[in-house]
């Protein structure tokens, strides 16, 4: 059974940084997955995308978050990161990771990140 589990958020200051990861467990390669990547969900909005990252390496990312973003991965302890710099308050949100395979999509269960001074 495949799980994910993020963990890293928290409480920071406009401007401040946080780290992201998430651990993929019951897949055996972080190559099985198609892409992986991060989405977000604020009060009252729908799920976004915030940045993806490919089996072969490709990268994509929001525009909201390009520049200040950066998405990463750690193939031997199938993991991936999210990188925020320069965090704004309108980065609150709670920050799920999802893996892609085949025809199937895998969620953590989300970690919330809070940017408020």
């Known amino acids: 059974q495949v799980q994910l589990v993020e963990s890293g958020g928290g409480l920071v200051q406009p401007g401040g940084s946080l780290r992201l990861s998430c651990v993929a467990s019951g897949i055996g390669s972080i190559f099985r997955f198609n892409r992986m990547g991060w989405y977000r969900q604020a009060p009252g909005k729908e799920r976004e995308l915030v940045a993806t990252i490919g089996s072969g390496g490709m990268i994509n990312y929001a525009d909201s978050v390009k520049g200040r973003f950066t998405i990463s991965r750690d193939n031997a302890k199938i993991t991936v990161y999210l990188q925020m710099n320069s965090l704004k308050p309108e980065d609150t949100a709670v920050y799920y990771c999802?893996?892609?395979?085949?025809?199937?999509?895998?969620w953590g269960q989300g970690t919330q990140v809070t940017v408020s001074s």
């Open positions: 999802n893996g892609n395979r085949l025809a199937s999509n895998y």
